[in-house]
């Protein structure tokens, strides 16, 4: 593991500065009711077809606890090597909007459910490094307001209200704004691959608010030693990012700004800002509030929340295998190249459909197919794995008519094309349409001869330049509408030619 800092450095009109990152996610949790009542969850209903009277914060109504909230919550705590805290309560978190009903948020405040843990990343060059997880807690979503609706009137639609969150805290232990998108990347894949979140972004399941505060060199290196602030610059915070590409820009905007009103000699006011994708950059939405600001206390509503250390246990036995082990294994049993594994292993569907087909195959070549051609096609068509016209089976049949030379690569795509049209599998759309691979090497040996005598000046060019062979093993691939053994036709090729 490589954990050496990685910071982005931007040049300033006074000299450089760097930036100094820490990501709060909020991940809804999978579940099909709310955290304290049994109200429906899930996208796509009528406003206010999923409220029941505790989330609508009805005089005498009073919260249940979801045990199954609290399972995923430990889940995902385990999932992350972090600190399981077998006692833990609920507070609330006092602050008023019209899509908040009750007028306060449960939530937990001083003892949450987990405590510390770690996320190693990946970043593009194959190095990685370690985010430090500081808590996770159990808290409600609010509602919605909808100011679109009407111009003079605004909604509120409480479908949200009181559905599961887990908030994951991390360290401020990122450099640049690559590494806060591919934190949020890792964090979202073992969420997915724990089953504790669909990780849906689009729909505000998962979504991130971003931490940014810029330092000159050398600062962040202090904190770490010593855990104190004061040696990074004032942070702001930029809420509901739910995007890979708006964490980025979104980071990049605001270190900017910050930077720049630093350099003319200004403060930086520590506050909540929103970002315009639109406009590409962020905006004051309010100051930042702290803790006594919120004015919490223990929900007296809720007693304090005891883990059973045996419950504990079973939910970990139940863990599946997580991303960082089944990319380990990959490598390990399929023979796959880091890079490989670590393409496979971004779905969990995927490396479950890679697993499916190399099973007695080529490896290398099974996940070339599934990670190039295969998951080219999904993505244009905006089809899941799961769903794909080709199945693991067809895939292995594919990479067998290959390994056995009935197929060349190239005739490879023409069959997968035709496989992907629904045309049948690859052994029968390979009969139906000719496609066998010739390696007839009496009928490959003419058609070498009449070129050589056809183009002698060219076979002497050869015999200088060995490399130039490939002009020949072209014009025999044309003149076999591509269905030459390439292995037979260089063979036969250097022999003729004497090479």
Request: glycine residues 8%.
């Amino acid at each position: 593991m490589n954990d050496a800092t990685n910071s982005k450095i931007i040049q300033g009109r006074t000299g450089p500065w760097e930036i100094v990152l820490g990501l709060e996610v909020h991940a809804q949790v999978a579940s099909n009711a709310k955290l304290f009542s049994g109200a429906a969850v899930g996208a796509g209903a009528a406003p206010n077809a999923q409220v029941s009277l505790v989330d609508a914060a009805m005089p005498g109504m009073l919260p249940v606890i979801n045990r199954h909230c609290v399972e995923q919550a430990v889940k995902t705590g385990l999932g992350l090597k972090a600190q399981i805290n077998h006692w833990s309560r609920f507070d609330r978190k006092n602050y008023f909007y019209p899509d908040l009903p009750q007028g306060y948020q449960i939530s937990q405040f001083k003892d949450p459910i987990v405590g510390e843990g770690e996320v190693i990343v990946e970043r593009d060059d194959g190095s990685t490094f370690t985010v430090r997880i500081e808590r996770l807690h159990l808290e409600q979503d609010a509602g919605k307001s909808l100011h679109d609706q009407d111009p003079n009137c605004t909604y509120v639609d409480l479908n949200r209200s009181g559905t599961a969150l887990m908030e994951i805290v991390s360290k401020p232990d990122m450099r640049c704004a690559e590494e806060a998108a591919a934190y949020v990347k890792k964090l979202r894949t073992i969420l997915i691959y724990l089953g504790t979140c669909d990780g849906d972004m689009e729909k505000g399941n998962l979504r991130a608010d971003v931490n940014v505060s810029v330092c000159r060199p050398g600062a962040y290196e202090r904190f770490r030693e010593s855990g104190d602030f004061k040696h990074l610059g004032t942070r702001c915070e930029i809420k509901n990012v739910n995007s890979y590409r708006y964490i980025q820009q979104a980071i990049e905007y605001e270190a900017r700004r910050q930077i720049e009103i630093l350099e003319d000699g200004g403060s930086i006011d520590q506050e909540t800002r929103l970002f315009d994708p639109g406009k590409m950059e962020t905006r004051s939405m309010r100051s930042k509030e702290e803790a006594h600001d919120y004015r919490y206390f223990p929900d007296p509503d809720l007693l304090p929340l005891e883990l059973d250390p045996a419950w504990v246990k079973a939910i970990e036995a139940t863990l599946p295998e997580l991303p960082d082990a089944k990319k380990a294994r990959l490598q390990t049993q399929y023979g796959l190249t880091a890079y490989d594994a670590g393409v496979l292993i971004i779905e969990q569907a995927r490396a479950d459909f890679y697993e499916a087909a190399a099973k007695g195959r080529d490896a290398k070549l099974t996940a070339n197919w599934v990670t190039n051609d295969l998951a080219a096609r999904l993505t244009a068509g905006g089809i899941d794995i799961a769903d794909s016209p080709i199945s693991p089976a067809g895939i292995a049949e594919l990479v067998q008519l290959i390994e056995e030379g009935i197929i060349s690569s190239r005739i490879a795509k023409d069959v997968f094309e035709r496989m992907w049209a629904g045309e049948g599998a690859a052994g029968e759309v390979v009969e139906k349409a000719g496609l066998r691979q010739v390696s007839d090497t009496g009928a490959l040996e003419a058609i070498i001869d009449k070129l050589i005598a056809a183009n002698p000046g060219q076979a002497d060019a050869v015999k200088e330049k060995p490399q130039a062979i490939g002009w020949f093993v072209g014009q025999v691939m044309k003149e076999t509408g591509g269905k030459a053994n390439p292995g037979t036709v260089n063979q036969l090729l250097k022999a003729k030619l004497g090479l």
